[in-house]
């Protein structure tokens, strides 16, 4: 208790400072992070280090004197490598100009939303969502306005008028995310070329992240690299339309912990886009925009092989949860998470610790993902296939003792 008079830390920071909420996901992992033999599936990587030939890069720059200030706006072969990797991916013209180098996919989501909103403007976003996108929001004074997503045993749907509908004069953008963490959903092209229409109509912009674009698993269509690609919005986009991509290296190459990615947007917000970089990180160290680099040219076969991955998981995920027989869950289409509940349990708020304290197993819970998640709890699946056995096994019994 604090005495009158008396002056805490807390009481002296903003009321964004004080009021952003704690991460769900991270409340699970700091309560479970040191516990021998716990198998982790509560944040969204793979178990897997990233390779030799992308540190390799990243040591040799740094042997090479790699350590000074560089371009805000990413080293011009970064940028040019990113626009081949976008051409090569979707088969769309592009323009390196268009690229932007960010401090992770975190970073290029807090650099569009001062881009794009004022404090006091809306942000629209489909909910369950990754916490992290309506935190910053707030974290920016920008109000992130949730419209709840459908959830059936054939899969998580999204009713695009529901998002028109919640449109006002303060909306600046709508924000998508497909394949979408952690519901696995994928929005169809149809639902994208009608969203484009009515975001060009009332000038709002669109910022999507795709940086799930290559996990997907029943998807006939194909990109243009020749395997399976979710839709996208790259395939529909004029160069100064009103989208704003949000990408990054963390999903396909490993690369987590490195904190790099990028924004694709119009050439014409290029040094706005630069100003905020400056003002916020000062531009990413140049001997990782190299190893990046060396990503894009040599890390396809790597990048397969941790789609493959989460693909098995994916299945093994699905058949445990099955078997329990207590489990409501849709397959997911895309990302590598499954979201799902258990018969008996409508609040799972704090049944993460207690999986980690009972089960040995780290899960994320549906509430972390917003009110829209309350009841679900969310298993990342691109991992080691033996662990994820291991987890279901452990999870269907400790279900099998409730
Ligand atoms: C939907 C979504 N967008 C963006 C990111 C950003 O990833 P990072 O900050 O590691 O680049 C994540 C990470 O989990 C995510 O799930």
Redesign the pocket.
Known sequence: MTGQGEQTAHAGLSVRGAGTPESGIVEVMNYGFDRQGLIPLW???GDIPTPDFICDAASRALAEGQTFYTYQRGIPPLRQALCEYSKWLYGTPNQAERFYVTG??????QTVITLCADPGDEMIYHAPA?P??PAACSVAGVVPVPVAMDFSPEGWSLDLQRVFDAVTEHTRAICI?SP??PTGWVMPQADMVELLAFCRERGLWIVA?E??GRFVYDQKTLGAHGRPLAPSLHHLVEPEDRVLF?N????NWAM?GW???WIEGPESIGLETENIIQYSISGVASFMQTAAITALHEGDEFAEGVIADARAGRQIVSEGLAQSGRCRFAEPEG?FYSFFAIDGFKDTDKLGLRLVDEAGIGIAPGSAFGVEGKGFLRICFVRRRDGLREAMDRLNRWIAAQ
Request: without cysteine.
């Open positions: 944040a969204g990587e992770s996919g975190m970073h290029a989501i990754w992290n996108l995310n979408s963490n992240d940086v799930y949000v990054t290296f963390s999903k987590t904190r790099i990615g990302a």
